[in-house]
Structures are given as structure tokens and as C-alpha cells.
């Protein structure tokens, strides 16, 4: 049983283009984050969402929002894709007040 | 706010050897620290984490991490190098808000040679 799966694993798309990765988790937490791997490795906290709080690291263009259809899932929509944006983003998730955050296996994303 | 900093991007080690990967944090409040691990193509997998109880922490695959406050430290070590501890490894504190953000250091890539 998979913790925390994003879907699509890869993606390939073109610049200008609008595309959603999914994220789900099925271990009951009720907060959620979006992470952003760039091609050196260094990852970066873009949203985590809890209890219908959203909190935004300014860094983040308001191309990307984050969106919660339920407690189980936050989905990653990005519009206007730039050549930028290519990286691996990583979903994750955790309970409050316990430190520890589970992360999904990551969607490769290239922008062409 | 809060930081890591890893020290030497790549590190490499003759199988069975020591392994110590360092890391030392900045924040402005008594930390949480993790130490994750990322094997090719896959997500993080938390190794170990220091939440203020033991200095000594430790964690899976016979890793483990002191926390030093005087040094502003939590290095990783393990005694014996596997082949299969070949990964990136990433330091991370949490900023302990109502999001718990965390911080990643850049990551260190261990090789581990036969």
C-alpha cells in the first residue's frame, strides 16, 4: 500500500501549455505539501495546505496553485508552463503535531 | 529563519568504511532535524530525526545522527559502509510553525566503492 502517490510519474509538455500532477495520501494526515526538486537536487517548499489554511512561499509564481478537493488529496495545477518549471516536484504529507513528513515518489516534469 | 548547510556535495567511501556526512543548521528556535535519503528515481525516506529528546539519534539502516548545540550540529554516520547506502542524502530542519515547513540543505551524494 502505496503512503503517498502523485500521478503522472513523468510528464512532458510544452511551454505555455496548463498541466495537474495529483497527490493523494491514504495515512489520515491533515496537512499537505508541494515541494520542488531543481536539477542540482536542492528542494524547496512551494505550499502545504491544513484545515483549508493555505501557505504560500512567496518564491512561488501564482501560475502554480495548489488545490484540495478533499482531506486525502492536494493537486498541483500549474498554468502557462515555462521552461523553468522543469524539475521534480515532490507531494508529501503529516499529521500536526507530529514532525515527521511523508513524501511520494516524485513527478519528473519537462518542459519543452 | 531557518537553514542547513552540507558540507561537500559528493562523498566517497571504500565499502565497510566509516561514513560521515555533516551537516550544521541555523534557526532561531530550538530545531527539529532530519537527515533523508534519496535512492536514483524514487521520493525521500526519512532516515532519522531529533526532536529534543536523546542527542543521539538513531535511525534505519544502521545510520545515526548526534545533535550538538555547541557546534550547531547533526552530522551522519554509520560504522560500515553497504554498497547499497549509495544516495543522496539531505539535512533538513522544520521551521516548527503551524506548517511545519522544511528547510533542505543542498544534499550530499555518497558513492560507496567496492
Known amino acids: 500500500d502505496t503512503a503517498v502517490s502523485q500521478t503522472p510519474k513523468y510528464l512532458v509538455t510544452q511551454m505555455g501549455n496548463d498541466k495537474s500532477i495529483k497527490c493523494e495520501q491514504n495515512?489520515?494526515?491533515?496537512?499537505m505539501y508541494w515541494y520542488k526538486q531543481d536539477s542540482k537536487k536542492f528542494l524547496k517548499i512551494m505550499f502545504s495546505?491544513?484545515?483549508?489554511?493555505?501557505?504560500i512561499n512567496e518564491t512561488v509564481p501564482n501560475r502554480f496553485s495548489p488545490k484540495s478537493p478533499d482531506k486525502a488529496h492536494l493537486n498541483l495545477h500549474i498554468n502557462s508552463l515555462e521552461l523553468g518549471d522543469s524539475a521534480v516536484y515532490f507531494c508529501?504529507?503529516?499529521?500536526?503535531?507530529?514532525?515527521?513528513?511523508?513524501f511520494g515518489p516524485g513527478t519528473r516534469l519537462l518542459v519543452l | 529563519a531557518q537553514s542547513v548547510t552540507q558540507l561537500g556535495s559528493h562523498v566517497s567511501v571504500s565499502e565497510g568504511a566509516l561514513v560521515l556526512l555533516r551537516c550544521n543548521y541555523s534557526?532561531?528556535?530550538?530545531?527539529?532535524l532530519f537527515w533523508y535519503v534519496q535512492y536514483p528515481n524514487q521520493g525521500l525516506q526519512l532516515l532519522l530525526k531529533?526532536?529534543?529528546?536523546?542527542?543521539l539519534v538513531k535511525g534505519i539502516n544502521g545510520f545515526e545522527a548526534e545533535f550538538k548545540k555547541s557546534e550547531t550540529s547533526f552530522h551522519l554516520t554509520k560504522p560500515s559502509a553497504h554498497m547499497s547506502d549509495a544516495a543522496e542524502y539531505f539535512c533538513?530542519?522544520?521551521?516548527?510553525?503551524?506548517?511545519?515547513?522544511?528547510?533542505f540543505g543542498t544534499g550530499t551524494r555518497l558513492t560507496v566503492i567496492p
Open positions: 508529501a504529507s503529516s499529521q500536526v503535531g507530529q514532525e515527521t513528513q511523508y
Open positions: 495515512l489520515g494526515h491533515d496537512t
Open positions: 495546505y491544513n484545515n483549508k489554511e493555505l501557505i
Open positions: 534557526s532561531s528556535v530550538p530545531p527539529y
Open positions: 531529533y526532536t529534543s529528546a536523546a542527542t
Open positions: 533538513a530542519v522544520s521551521d516548527r510553525a503551524g506548517a511545519n515547513n522544511l528547510f
